[in-house]
């Protein structure tokens, strides 16, 4: 009961790339940079198990960028003349790359990770891709013309990894949405079908993250326009409660999320965030208990996985260590106090 687990990113050792950032450099390069992304890797696998987490991840330390690590693999895609394009509704300007041609995917884009975390761990193996709304939004398009008919093409693609990720022995595979925070009609209308494509076929535990984003300055500025009840999740929920994704993450602990939300989501698992990654204050294990008793009221106690509310990333590492030891020992004490 309450397994735990962290949305997915986790901070790039000062050695591996520039620190506290969301578009890292890289310090090394070539088979230096390989190796030093396999030891962050292993660094942080070591730490989720020393923290006492149930599921563990690679931490996206061999992707830049949680959707360019993707794109990076795809034929079609001109990385070399990026331009620059709000992206999230215009939240804030990114360096995106183009859309210049049909996609297709080079080979295999996360079979190196994927396989060194799983030779190094007997816990439940996570891995995260984007999903097709989001990368759509963090691409320029010169080429498809079409949203939808573009996130559908790279739906073919993300579950061409997928199952490979799967045969790797991935046991769950989360799909990364924050944009359905967004264009909430577009979710509805294409973009949960869209990620139904990314999970064909698979036989492994789907989920689906869902956020208000990473603790940078943009999002934390959006947060304050959106209000004292954020009912973004309202419109998604009910296509997600009706489509064949097993787990959905969403954000909980310091949002103005209403918790009884939660319930649109009926009998899918909930990955409840309970660490906020806007805020370096290390959470107590009592205050996570609490959001954890929050969410019991509106979700059965066997359906609930305590979570990160999205990716450590552009944190210091020092603090997501402890956010990683509070989720632990918070859901700890959950099972002490809410217990079978
Ligand atoms: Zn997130």
Redesign the pocket.
């Known amino acids: 009961m309450f397994e735990t687990a962290i949305?997915?990113s986790l901070p790039k050792p000062a050695w591996l790339s520039e620190t506290e950032k969301l578009w890292p450099q890289w310090k090394l390069a070539g088979p230096e940079l390989q190796q030093a992304k396999a030891d962050a890797t292993l660094l942080w696998i070591k730490a989720q198990e020393d923290a006492g987490l149930d599921v563990v991840g690679d931490g996206e330390q061999s992707r830049q960028h949680f959707v360019h690590g993707f794109l990076e693999q795809v034929d079609g895609i001109d990385f070399e003349n990026k331009v620059t394009m709000g992206i999230r509704n215009n939240r804030y300007d990114a360096q995106v790359p183009q859309v210049i041609a049909p996609l297709k995917l080079k080979g295999r884009v996360h079979a190196f990770e994927a396989q060194l975390a799983r030779a190094h761990t007997k816990k439940k193996l996570k891995f995260t891709l984007p999903g097709p709304l989001t990368i759509v939004d963090t691409v320029a398009d010169r080429f498809y013309g079409d949203k939808k008919k573009m996130a559908f093409a790279f739906a073919e693609l993300l579950n061409q990894e997928a199952l490979a990720l799967q045969a790797d022995g991935v046991d769950i595979i989360q799909f990364?949405e924050?944009g359905f925070n967004v264009y909430m009609q577009d979710a509805v209308n294409w973009g949960v079908q869209a990620l139904e494509i990314a999970a064909k076929g698979l036989t492994c535990t789907t989920a689906v993250?869902?956020?208000?984003?990473?603790g940078i300055k943009a999002n934390n500025d959006w947060k304050e326009t959106l209000g004292q009840e954020w009912r973004q999740y309202a419109q998604v929920f009910p296509a997600l409660a009706a489509s064949s994704i097993q787990q959905v993450?969403l954000?909980c602990y310091h949002s103005h999320v209403p918790p009884d939300l939660m319930a649109l989501l009926k009998d899918k698992d909930v990955m409840v965030g309970v660490i906020d990654?806007a805020s370096e204050v290390i959470e107590t294990p009592e205050q996570v208990a609490d959001t954890i008793g929050i969410a019991l009221q509106h979700v059965p106690k066997h359906r609930i996985f305590p979570c990160t509310?999205?990716?450590l990333a552009p944190m210091s590492r020092e603090v997501a260590v402890k956010k990683l030891e509070a989720l632990a020992q918070g859901a700890a004490l959950a099972r002490q106090r809410y217990g079978v």
């Not at 993250?209 to 990473?214: D, K, S, V």
């Open positions: 949305a997915g990364d924050p993250h869902i956020c208000y984003g990473y993450s954000e990654v509310n999205c990716g």
